[in-house]
């Protein structure tokens, strides 16, 4: 066996990414900070990207959903569901 202590290698290296991890959660803005500290041109434009992009999605909700309505009962079956055909002898 090698003399290399693995043990204490791992603790230094999970320690390390323990550590980096902790790091990168106080230093990181959450996204209300981040908008809160916008200059107000910046805002606006956030505020008209959103909105255009929930119309976006609105529309496409609107589009998909009623092609998602089942038209006929068999519709909403899957095709392995179908019963077997006879076979013909």
Do not use: C
Request: charged fraction near 20%; charge should be positive.
């Amino acid at each position: 066996m090698s003399n290399f202590p693995w043990i204490k290698f791992t603790g230094l290296t999970l320690g390390l990414m323990g550590f980096g991890y902790g790091l990168m959660k106080v230093t990181t803005p959450t996204e209300e900070q981040l908008y809160k500290e916008m200059a107000p041109d910046l805002k606006r434009k956030v505020d008209a990207s959103k909105a255009a992009r929930m119309a976006r999605s609105a529309e496409i909700k609107g589009t998909v959903q009623p092609q998602q309505q089942p038209t006929h009962s068999e519709a909403t079956q899957p095709v392995w569901a179908d019963p077997p055909t006879p076979k013909k002898t």
